[in-house]
């Protein structure tokens, strides 16, 4: 076979061989390419993902002194909203979690450092830290709403134009109702009050027509004066997210496969309820 192989190449003219030389060359680095493609492929597999498989669990960050997202309980077990998550993300992959308790200004360095594989603690958005770590999607929304009593003729901030606004003294929301009076021209009378706790009595007596507050809070004031209801969109956004490291992608990928199915299923909103309560 080889010398019949030989024989044909010998009576190939030369500008054939030179094309058959050619594709040969082409054939090669083609080959080459997809064995470096798929080679390159490993080696940008996920180790996190890998090794909490490995190990069978998954490590989780937290700043564990902001209730009622995380904290350690007289029995020192964590528990929160966001241990909840995380643990339902374990059982999820089939692994265990552990949690490692750091402030909340050291959460990032020790991500890098490899302390732990996600930060998962009421962790808002930073769009100048996109280049350190990767953020997963939204999984709660802590930004300002309107409240009002239920029942009430209220859709939106709008619809209080003529009225009165409580917000809590120097809050976000005093700031942002401020700037919305200014900027709409609306005739709304901000009251501020130095003790937030005041507020909802004060809008069920009537002496008040709306309150802003952030979305935790309006949650945690539904649950204990049933009476009261969010009316219209939030007013601002401020999303808390999962952080991983930029070289966790599959890991990354699973976080938002499962964060997306449960806002779907309503998971996500039974945490809501069980940790924040109102509706």
Known sequence: MTARRRDVWQWLPRPMRRFA???????????????????GGLAGADPTWERIHRE?????????????FEVVDGDGRFVGFDVDLATALAERWGVGVRFVDVHFDGLYDALQADKFDLIISALPYDRTMTRDVAYSVSYYDAGELLLV???????????LDGGVCG????????????QVVRDRGLAIEVVAAR???ELPEQLLSG????IVCDSLTAHDWMGRWPDLQVVGPPLTSDPYVIAARPDSPELLQQVNLALREWRTSGYLEELQARWFGGS
């Not at 069978?56 to 009622?68: C, K, N, T, W, Y």
């Not at 917000?167 to 401020?178: D, F, K, N, P, Y």
């Open 21 to 39: 030389l050619l594709c040969a060359l082409a054939a090669m680095v083609a080959v080459g390419g997809v064995a470096l493609r798929t080679y």
């Open 149 to 159: 009593p239920a029942g009430a003729n209220t859709a939106s901030i709008a619809d």
């Open 195 to 197: 003790e937030a706790e």
């Open 167 to 178: 917000v809590e003294l120097g809050s976000t929301a005093h700031q942002l109702v401020r």
């Open 56 to 68: 069978g669990q998954l490590r989780v960050g937290m700043d564990a002194s902001f209730p009622p």
């Open 207 to 210: 002496a008040l027509d709306g």
